[in-house]
């Protein structure tokens, strides 16, 4: 693997660059970020349902005040799994690399738009909570340049 010079700051990167993001270190791209995100996050924080923007790892950028007490975190700290209390997300590689998550409908959500771009809506989705029931939600999914915004709504019965 050949090694990538980050636009932000010069320095060669193989470790911290990133198939969403090539050409800026996970590190810069923190900096990058926080350049916009008060107007990204005043959005984000608008909406009425949990929501927010994620890499191509599933780790949360950016998440709004309704994702859950005490989200926020360094940006690609965690994953959306384990934000939203997803039982799999414990298992062995974590939110997105375990075997129960190859059926995950929120990673299929994010999955297709990063690949073709194109929106899902109200997509539904069920996954087991860390308290052991099953938890019925509906995904929205838009592409961002940085990543995918994903938005939780009620499931639609």
Known sequence: MSAEIC???GCASTAGATAYLS???RTC???LLSA???RIAACLDSLEMPAAILAGDYTVLLPN????????MDPGERRIGEVIGCARAVS???CGRGPGCVHCGIRKA???????????????VTFPNRAGADEALAVITVKAAEGV?????????
């Open 65 to 72: 005040r309704r994702l859950g007490p005490g989200v926020r």
């Open 36 to 38: 916009w995100d008060q």
């Open 29 to 31: 791209f923190s900096f």
């Open 7 to 9: 636009s932000r700051c």
């Open 110 to 124: 994010i999955d297709h738009t990063f690949a073709t771009g194109e929106k899902v809506y109200h997509y539904p």
């Open 92 to 94: 062995p590689g974590r």
């Open 149 to 157: 915004i994903v938005i939780f709504e009620p499931a639609q019965t």
């Open 23 to 25: 050409v800026v270190r």
